[in-house]
């Protein structure tokens, strides 16, 4: 299955790195600005990979077809936008799994539906990323996964076709996508949805439930 892979492509959120504090975060200030309690960051974990629509339902119970919505949303992409690397930190184990990655040859970079505002900063900051071939992000192109536009952009990126590029993600649309790319796909059960979701519904073709669990099945260790 996995004998043909030239690269790995991963999801951001949930599955490098562990934004959870910094967007939970940028939600409870919308809370405590309006005079409520603040909520505990276990609130907020579960639904970090669903971004502003997953913080909002969190912090206020608020759905999008609210008439308020479109407002909080853009006040909450204000707040994360002034702390998102604050306290967000690489998933412990993935500097040495992209460093044996790039030591067997093999190229890497991230396919994520975060919105380039706030990737590009994050990335720019963060040094793991330093060497990625590519990072695509949920507005690079027309569509957002779990279409497969942003896992082709990236293979095309590569100069490799989609069935010698794995995609490693945390969320069911990642494994949507992947198929609907042709890439072979890995479920990260240690993001954010795993303790919550039957992953083995995904149809994923190998689940890890740590970063360097990926070098077995690349049978690189």
């Not at 990236?154 to 069935?163: E, I």
Request: proline share 7%.
């Amino acid at each position: 299955m996995f004998a043909h892979i030239r690269a790995v492509l991963f999801d951001l959120d949930g599955t490098l790195i562990d934004s959870a504090p910094d967007l939970g975060a940028a939600a409870d200030k919308m809370r405590t600005d309006r005079g409520l309690p603040a909520l505990p960051l276990e609130h907020y974990r579960p639904m970090a990979g669903a971004g502003a629509r997953g913080m909002l339902d969190c912090a206020f119970g608020m759905p999008p077809e609210h008439h308020d919505f479109s407002a909080f949303k853009e006040e909450f992409f204000a707040n994360y936008e002034a702390c998102l690397t604050e306290r967000t930190q690489v998933f412990h184990g993935v500097d040495d799994l992209i460093q044996r990655l790039r030591d067997h040859g093999l190229a890497w970079g991230v396919v994520t539906n975060k919105h380039s505002r706030f990737t590009n900063p994050l990335t720019q900051a963060m040094p793991l990323f330093a060497s990625a071939q590519t990072v695509v992000s949920g507005d690079t192109t027309p569509h957002a996964k779990p279409h497969p536009a942003p896992l082709l952009e990236a293979a095309t990126r590569l100069g490799l076709p989609p069935q010698q590029c794995l995609y490693v993600g945390d969320d069911e649309r990642d494994i949507q996508a992947g198929h609907a790319a042709g890439m072979p796909t890995v479920a990260a059960t240690y993001g954010y949805l795993g303790a919550q979701a039957d992953i083995r519904r995904w149809g994923a073709h190998a689940e890890i439930n740590t970063p360097l669990a990926l070098l077995q099945l690349l049978r690189l260790t």
